[in-house]
């Protein structure tokens, strides 16, 4: 979900931005109408029923097609139905639908991707060598235009998976049916395809990388340049390595951590408003592989030179950012301790230099990867709920009262029929810029017509794993993850007891 240009961070699941079909230009609007006040546990009900109805309503049954973005749903992301899988599951634990409803939309939706079209062509084709292209039509659920196979995409769609694995576990045909599904899906992936040793790229540990590629076109052939970006260097690409490496079939070596993605780590320690942490701009690099690891109290070598885990690591992230918020060093509009969040978002479009804000010309753009930094600032003064929503099991006290405020201050323009649009600019006042990604008021500025499903997911996941830990619980007792935790080299906690058949 993301690479690194020069300077420029970019997620490839925000791609959906540059494939959308875009609405057309949006007037003014009215501000937002008053909302009433609610207690902690009432909003955290609330948004979390809301979130899951996100999933729930618009997903397609027939196919299990979640929709990257809605409601314009151009075509369906796959990372977008891994999070839509581990909701059926929250859903049916909350009460939302029975569990019986859940399993067997889940069991069809693995239905489905079982037996969804592979193979090397560049067409008519789902995946190869058992990933899934990033984006899929909707019409039928074959690869949408020349988008990659993802690893990272597939490996969000396998954590939905192995989570309802896990988590359908009585003796029932359906829930049966459920797991036994969700093993071959697993088993097909071939991870040793990915990988690729570039000789010519040292490692911190000795020898050449072992690296696993962020995908692969068919346009190029199988032996011939994957085209895209390794794995390398702290990231969300966590869960790609833990799933890679914890395969029954086709695993990559175990020097693959060491010499792929934790191989330049050191590099990333930096410190930001008094937080040290391994740098990634936006949230979601610290957020997506947590959903369904629960790294609490368990290291690998680079965090046990530290004395953290990554939990502390994104919780430290998340601090950081929300007092960049507080400081507002960029002097951005509407800002605080309680308005804050920077992630991967939709934004008002593309105005370079044409605007000023508090006597400073400003760039804004449309989806990019926003976040803050020791390394870097990228920020146009477009904020983003599920930064901190995809927090909350990290830092409760700082990230539910944050969404708390936005809900409060913005009202039904940000915080409707499924929870949080995707981002809002307080900045962005100017009603002739014609923004197509959202509406515009003159007093209260822009907010997103969309939502999206890789930023829904977090909120929903996180903040059930913070209410009751379910995600973490049932993902414990899968074999994949602790198998792939325990070849990496991780230790402690609860993994110590945890066994991998």
């Keep these: 979900m993301s690479f690194r240009t020069g300077a420029l961070l970019l997620p490839l699941v925000a791609l959906a931005a540059a494939c959308t079909a875009a609405p057309a230009p949006s007037a003014a609007v009215p501000p937002p109408a008053s909302i009433a006040p609610m207690t902690k546990a009432a909003f955290s009900e609330e948004l979390t029923q809301r979130t899951f109805r996100y999933f729930w309503d618009t997903t397609d049954t027939e196919r299990c097609l979640a929709p990257d973005r809605w409601p314009s749903n151009p075509f369906s992301s796959i990372a977008s139905t891994g999070f839509a899988l581990t909701a059926y599951g929250i859903g049916a634990e909350r009460g ?4 019986a409803e859940a399993a067997e939309r889940t069991r069809d939706c693995l239905r489905f991707y ?16 058992g990933f899934f292209y990033h984006f899929l039509n909707n019409e039928d659920g074959t690869r949408r235009g020349k988008t990659e196979l993802s690893t990272v995409d597939t490996s969000l769609l ?22 036994d599904l969700a093993e071959k899906i697993y088993r097909r992936v071939d991870w040793t395809f990915v990988q690729r040793e570039n000789s010519r790229i040292p490692s911190a540990n000795g020898g050449g990388r072992k690296a696993i590629a962020m995908g692969w076109y068919p346009e190029r052939g199988d032996g011939g340049d994957f085209g895209t970006h390794d794995w390398v260097g702290y990231n969300e690409g966590m869960l790609v390595y833990i799933l890679a490496m914890g395969s029954p079939t086709h695993p990559v070596g175990k ?12 590099k990333d320690w930096g410190s930001y408003y008094g937080q040290p942490h391994l740098q990634f701009e936006p949230l979601f690099g610290h957020q997506y592989s947590h959903v369904w690891v629960d790294f609490r109290g368990i290291q690998d070598d680079f965090m046990r030179g530290k004395g953290i885990d990554y939990f502390e690591n994104s919780r430290r992230a998340t601090l950081a950012q929300r007092a960049y918020g507080a400081d507002n060093p960029n002097k951005w509009v509407g800002y605080g301790a309680d308005i804050w969040g920077w ?7 593309y105005s370079q230099g044409q605007y000023s804000v508090n006597g400073t010309q400003r760039d804004f753009n449309g989806y990019m990867a926003r976040g803050v930094s020791a390394i870097r600032v990228v920020d146009d003064g477009t904020i983003v709920p599920t930064a901190a929503g995809g927090s909350v099991a990290f830092a409760p006290e700082v990230t539910i009262p944050a969404l708390m405020a936005m809900r409060q201050k913005y009202g039904e323009r940000l915080y409707t029929r499924y929870g949080f649009k995707d981002a809002f600019n307080p900045s962005f006042t100017f009603t002739d810029a014609s ?3 959202g509406t515009v008021d003159p007093v209260h500025g822009w907010v997103a017509n969309d939502y999206l499903g890789i930023d829904q997911g977090p909120i929903l996941a996180m903040m059930e794993n913070h209410r009751s830990g379910l995600v973490w619980k049932v993902m414990r ?3 994949h993850i602790v198998r792939g935790l325990k070849r990496i080299g991780f230790t402690g906690g609860w993994l110590d007891q945890a066994k991998a058949e």
Aim: hydrophobic residues 35%; aromatic residues 10%; charged residues 20%.
């Design 255 to 266: 020097d693959a951590w060491a010499k792929g993605w934790a191989a330049d780590l050191e």
């Design 96 to 99: 939302y639908v029975t569990r």
């Design 114 to 129: 079982w037996t969804a079209p592979q193979g090397p062509a560049a067409t008519g084709m789902a995946g190869h060598k």
């Design 477 to 479: 007792g899968n074999p």
């Design 343 to 349: 992630t991967a978002s939709d934004g008002p479009g």
């Design 158 to 179: 396998l954590g939905g998976i192995l989570f309802a694995q896990s988590y359908y576990d009585r003796d029932t045909p359906v829930e049966a049916e459920i797991r």
């Design 435 to 437: 923004s197509r990604s």
